[in-house]
């Protein structure tokens, strides 16, 4: 073949190659959200109280232990399932409950979620109980909120400082 | 069996267009693994480059990579685009070398070790590339860093979340530090293992494109690099949540995924295709047959067929019999892909020796040992007729060559043309045949690797066991194909029996 058609040939390929490689290098777009949607993250870690008070063993129970293992008090380890429901604008957003992480279920609830939702003014309404021995909230938190599209508001809670607090 | 293979027909117009284009020893096809070796020595350079300028650190990293992109254009900037561009270009090149090893079915029998060990080459590539781009902490990053978080928190056995580190505003280093450490040193030295693993069971891979390759590919990147050089999104930032990305999808491909799937969803579709590619080779399997032998009484020690082997397959020891040459070979079985490439580099192949006899040979195939290849070919050349015989000296794997035989064109098939002893073909010639055509996979290409290139050099001379000098040329004559190239081959072919019977015609005229 004629070396000038040839050359250009292979200009023609590299070119193509290139464009390939241009191209889906930043194409198409993805978008993560629409451009007026907002995020709203609820995250959070929290030892929740444990499932079961200690208790004193009677003196027939402990004489049935070995020696060494002769505790006067049974302290069980396990803790409290998590259960939650956040609302926005008296509309549930979302729901759930926890179960405690651990093989022996004692080391609290590690709490990740983020929803999607329409950029706006909302009121945020959430509560959780972290006690399976008391059967209505254990903390609540009301907060009216402004969300600006792309914004993220992060939901956070720490039990030493009075619970919910947003970011 | 012919089978109609659509991927394999594709594949080989596509082949057959890029050798119009750039030749055979340029055509990019035939040297994807080499191009993506080439890509990352332009990525690991470029790299070098950048790493001066870099700053290893939350605060600073994305302000350095601003410094290289916009102040530093000229030099910084043109090594980023181009440690990008060669980047996503080495993925690209990967999946059109494993489209091809898939295409033409070489991915099964002795090659399932090449295949397998692929598979998580490639994996390791998209992963440093991910830790690339989370290192430019801009938008981009921190939308990385947020789902891998996610994919990773899927995992059982890791208590904690490590997602929590990407919201709010108490975002810690200590996980930019690791991805920096991966990044530069970490993954990249996994990966060369894992290329040496992938190549280990071939001998000499070349770890560089062919020179025009190079040169080309290179000035495409540069050219792109200046046209459109890489940026950045806006700096990263907790508390947003970027609408827009422009994903790089060579690398970022799995984050969509996401959208669509929970973390644990996403890990069984990654995972399940993995094993998927990996199990491919046994789906079904294929069976490579037995494995050459030696036959020391035959074997001088000359080392030519472990120099010749594709498959590192043989190898040289000290003498074990007793005769006086110093070395001898053993054949590693395991790696023996049964080419026969070689009987066609031992020197005893001679088919001219041991003529009323049993011809042993150094090194053989059992399956098909060169006595019964003299013996073939002797009944072969007994069956030719006319006055212009032809016999084709074919090899298996490229085209089904029975299909042009005649009363004066008979066909003897070989595993690989490389298997050829040069001598068979003045073998034949001496012995009635008035012309040799001697095929081959398409020149470039060869299903065993090295096997025509082999044989090309032994006909020029230039590698042992040559074919002399004094065989008649003008008698032989090298034609190569692949199953598409049927045609064309039938040309060839009738054209070089009219040249033979020319040639008859003039010798003729000559002795009158
Ligand atoms: C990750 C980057 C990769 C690089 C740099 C690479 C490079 C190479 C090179 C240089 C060869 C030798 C070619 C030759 O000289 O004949 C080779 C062989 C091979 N590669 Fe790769 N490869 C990569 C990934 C893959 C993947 C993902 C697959 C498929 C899953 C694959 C499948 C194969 C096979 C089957 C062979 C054996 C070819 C033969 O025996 O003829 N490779 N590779």
Redesign the pocket.
């Known amino acids: 073949m004629n070396k000038v058609l040839r050359y250009g040939l292979q200009a023609f390929n590299y070119a193509l190659f290139m464009a390939v490689v241009w191209y889906f290098s930043t194409s198409p777009t993805y978008h993560q959200l629409e451009d007026d949607q907002a995020v709203i993250t609820l995250s959070f870690t929290h030892a929740t109280k444990l499932s079961e008070e200690c208790r004193r063993l009677t003196q027939e129970e402990l004489l049935k232990l070995p020696l060494n293992m002769r505790a006067p008090m049974d302290c069980p380890r396990e803790r409290s399932p998590l259960t939650f429901e956040l609302y926005l604008d008296d509309k549930i957003l979302t729901s759930s409950v926890v179960e405690p992480l651990g093989f022996h279920r004692d080391q609290g609830v590690n709490l990740f979620q983020r929803m999607v939702v329409k950029a706006g003014e909302y009121s945020l309404r959430i509560w959780l109980n972290d006690d399976i021995n008391v059967d209505k909230p254990t903390y609540q938190y009301e907060q009216k909120i402004t969300l600006k599209p792309e914004q993220q508001l992060l939901i956070d809670f720490d039990a030493a400082t009075g619970g919910f607090f947003t970011k | 069996m012919n089978i109609i293979n659509p991927l394999k027909y594709a594949y080989l117009a596509m082949e057959a267009w890029f050798n119009l284009a750039f030749g055979s020893e340029w055509n990019p096809l035939y040297n994807m693994?080499?191009l993506?070796?080439f890509f990352?020595w332009i990525v690991f350079i470029s790299g070098l480059y950048l790493f001066i300028f870099f700053d290893t650190s939350l605060t600073g990293a994305y302000a350095s990579v601003e410094y290289i992109t916009h102040e530093q254009w000229y030099i910084a900037g043109i090594m980023r685009s181009l440690h990008r561009y060669a980047s996503d270009a080495a993925v690209v090149t990967?999946i059109l070398?494993?489209f091809r090893?898939f295409a033409l079915g070489?991915?099964r029998g002795f090659?399932w070790f090449?295949?397998v060990t692929?598979?998580p080459?490639?994996w390791l590539?998209i992963t440093l590339g991910i830790t690339g781009y989370w290192l430019v902490w801009d938008e981009l990053a921190i939308y990385v860093a947020m789902l891998s978080s996610q994919l990773i928190d899927a995992l059982p056995l890791i208590s904690g979340s490590m997602s929590r580190n990407f919201v709010g505003e108490q975002l810690s280093d200590r996980f930019f530090s690791l991805m920096a450490f991966l990044h530069f040193s970490g993954q990249p030295l996994f990966l060369i293992f894992a290329?040496w693993l992938?190549?280990k069971r071939?001998s000499l891979?070349?770890?560089t494109a062919p020179r025009g390759l190079a040169i080309g590919s290179f000035i495409g990147l540069l050219v792109l690099s200046i046209i459109s050089p890489a940026v950045s999104h806006g700096p990263a930032d907790a508390s947003q949540v970027t609408a827009a990305l422009e994903l790089d999808w060579f690398y970022l491909n799995v984050y969509p995924l996401l959208g669509y799937f929970t973390a644990g969803q996403t890990w069984l579709i990654t995972l399940g295709t993995t094993l998927f590619?990996m199990a491919l080779p046994w789906l079904p399997a294929k069976k490579t047959g037995p494995a050459a032998v030696v036959h020391l009484e035959q074997c001088n020690g000359c080392e030519q067929c472990a120099e010749d082997c594709p498959y590192d397959a043989i190898t040289v020891q000290a003498r074990t019999d007793g005769a006086k040459f110093e070395h001898e070979v053993t054949v590693n079985a395991d790696m023996c892909a049964a080419c026969g490439i070689c009987v066609g580099s031992c020197p005893a192949s001679n088919p001219f020796r041991q003529k009323n006899e049993q011809l042993v040979t150094g090194i053989d195939m059992p399956q098909m040992p060169i006595n019964e290849i003299r013996n073939t070919l002797d009944k072969t050349i007994a069956d030719l007729k006319g006055n212009n015989k032809i016999i084709v000296l074919g090899c298996d794997n490229s085209l089904d060559y029975s299909q042009f035989e005649t009363d004066s064109i008979k066909v003897v098939g070989l595993f690989c043309i490389g298997m050829m002893p040069a001598t068979l073909v003045e073998y034949a010639l001496a012995n009635g045949v008035d012309g040799v055509f001697v095929t081959g996979c398409r020149t470039g290409d060869c299903y065993f690797?090295y096997g025509n290139i082999w044989m090309d050099k032994r006909f020029a001379g230039t590698r042992q066991p040559v074919l002399r000098r004094r065989a008649k040329r003008s008698r032989i004559k090298v034609s190569r194909a692949a199953i598409t190239d049927g045609t064309r081959f039938q040309k060839e072919l009738i054209a070089f029996q009219s040249h033979i019977e020319k040639l008859n015609g003039d010798e003729e005229l000559a002795h009158e």
């Open positions: 693994g080499r993506a070796f990352f990967i070398h494993m090893e070489r991915y090659r090449s295949w692929g598979v080459a490639l590539v290329l992938h190549v071939l891979v070349k770890v590619l690797r």
